[in-house]
């Protein structure tokens, strides 16, 4: 079970994103927990996930996220603002395994 988390700045315009991630996940009969928090919630919800991935939005905050993410030890990227842009679901969800993957 990969589990995957994204942050944004008030964790409701991921939730689309989360939608179609779910969706590629199901298509490729991955099992994969998939879901999205505000930056607020994130460094708590971190310590259930094997990843971070923040909404491009908040790709100054990278730096602080950082911090927890090496404490819990999992990877963190920032979105791709294109792929965010367009709700690639497959394109976000291939980040986050490859991040999880090494």
């Known amino acids: 079970m990969k589990k995957i988390l994204l942050a944004c700045s ?17 298509s490729r009969g991955l099992e994969a927990e998939i879901w999205a928090v505000a930056q607020d919630k994130a460094p708590e919800d971190m310590k259930k996930a094997d990843v971070l991935l923040i909404g491009p939005q908040m790709r ?12 819990v030890g ?12 367009r709700v690639d ?13 090494g």
């Open 10 to 26: 008030a964790g409701m315009s991921t939730s689309l994103l989360v939608t179609r991630m779910q969706e590629e996940a199901e």
């Open 60 to 71: 100054f905050m990278k730096k602080k996220f950082s911090k927890v993410a090496d404490e």
């Open 74 to 85: 999992i990877p963190l990227d920032s979105i791709d603002p294109v792929a965010y842009g």
């Open 89 to 101: 679901g497959k394109a976000v969800l291939d980040k986050a395994l490859e991040l999880i993957d």
